[in-house]
């Protein structure tokens, strides 16, 4: 496994449906990176394909000028999911808990996750049951910032720097592995970094979120 036993270590060690259990409708991120993002899926999403939004909440920023055929939404906090009007259906799993999605193989031509990366503490799984779930083609695209529930997140992801989380995810990619030869392409990054500094930007004085964003696609 690419982590080791104490990088996967939260501050808050208790169940994360506690934590998650009542919804926050609010944005995570700045207009800025959600428009950046919007577009990235305008250029990378299909029309008529399926899309597996994981971990999620009551929005996703897919573009409203692609109509998909169906958009299966994940995330912890029910009533969140409820009121995203982008999802056709959805289930909630604490994927720190349970390791399997509960989705059969080569169903999805996309599978996204938005500035939540950094709280799985497994994530080597996760990406190895995305890749399951991918057809032979299909990508994902996992973006984040430098925003986080602070004590939510493991510790490879609270002490690295931010361009060490790139690398970071790019492991969890490369960790993919079937009859020992990679299981996605090698991922395509995407970096807009704010020249503004963290503090300034959370007492709003200018200045908009970094957007990182890496996109690799299932060998056939």
């Known amino acids: 496994m690419l982590l ?3 990088e996967r270590i939260k501050l808050d060690e208790t169940e994360d449906s506690l934590f ?11 207009e800025g990176f959600i428009d950046q993002l919007t577009t990235l899926y305008q250029k990378h999403l299909k029309p008529q394909t399926r899309i597996l939004d994981l971990m999620s909440s009551w929005v996703s920023h897919l573009p409203t ?3 998909f055929s169906h958009v299966e939404g994940h995330g912890m906090n029910e009533e969140e999911l409820t009121k995203n009007s982008q999802l056709d259906h959805y289930f909630v799993q604490d994927l720190n808990q349970d390791l399997k999605l509960p989705l059969s193989d080569q169903d999805f031509d996309a599978v996204l996750i938005c500035v939540s990366i950094q709280y799985l503490q ?3 799984a996760i990406l ?3 890749h399951r779930i991918l ?4 990508i994902t695209i996992i973006s984040f910032s430098n925003r986080m529930f602070y004590q939510k997140a493991i510790s490879a992801w609270r002490e690295a720097t931010e361009p060490d989380r790139i690398e970071l995810v ?3 990619i490369n960790s993919v592995k079937i009859n020992d030869l990679p299981g996605f392409n090698s991922p395509k990054v995407i970096a807009s970094q704010s020249k503004t500094p963290l503090f300034m930007q959370m007492l709003g004085m200018g200045g908009s979120d970094p957007f990182y964003a890496l996109i690799a696609s299932r060998k056939s």
Do not use: M, N
Not at 20 to 30: A, K, L, N, Q, W
Not at 135 to 138: F, R, S, T, V
């Open 128 to 130: 190895s049951e995305i």
């Open 65 to 67: 000028e692609i109509q």
């Open 4 to 6: 080791q036993r104490h």
């Open 135 to 138: 057809k032979p083609g299909g």
């Open 20 to 30: 998650y259990s009542f919804p926050r409708f609010v944005t995570h991120v700045d």
């Open 122 to 124: 497994y994530p080597e």
């Open 170 to 172: 790019k492991g969890y």
